[in-house]
Every structure is written in C-alpha cells, then in structure tokens.
C-alpha cells in the first residue's frame, strides 16, 4: 500500500513477529524478506514488492501483529 512516506508492507494474517531482517536503511529489492513471522507454527517470511531503502520499522520482535498491521515502510 502506498502512502506520503513510501510504500507500507502490511501484515496479511494475525501473527507473532518472530525476526526482524530489514533495518532502517537498509536497501532492498523486490522479492527481499522484511520481517518473518509466525502463526500456526509455522514461519511466514513477509516479501517486499518494491525495491528501495527502509524508512522505518513499526513492529519489534515478539509483537503480535493483526491483519492490516504495518510492519514496514519502503521508501
């Protein structure tokens, strides 16, 4: 989802945020993994679309994330 500030990764499914791959900085390209999360026992990596540098990361590991829930911004 695109804002003012960049392109928003947003969870797809409730989930715990297991590990954080992607920092502030950080340049990425499409296909890269942001953040990996976990729901059923299972580790979900959570895909850019889009390539450039993370502007910001709103989520720490062990949170729980809903559906919805920004994870990152891409700049």
Do not use: W, Y
């Amino acid at each position: 989802m695109a804002s003012e500030t960049g392109t928003e990764i947003v969870a797809e499914m409730v989930a715990n945020v297991v590990s954080i791959i992607a920092r502030p900085g950080h340049h990425l390209e499409p296909g890269d993994t942001i953040v990996i999360l976990e729901s059923m026992k299972m580790e979900i990596p959570v895909l850019t679309d889009v390539g450039g540098v993370v502007q910001q990361v709103r989520v720490d590991e062990g949170d729980v994330v809903q559906e919805g829930d920004v994870l990152a911004v891409i700049g």
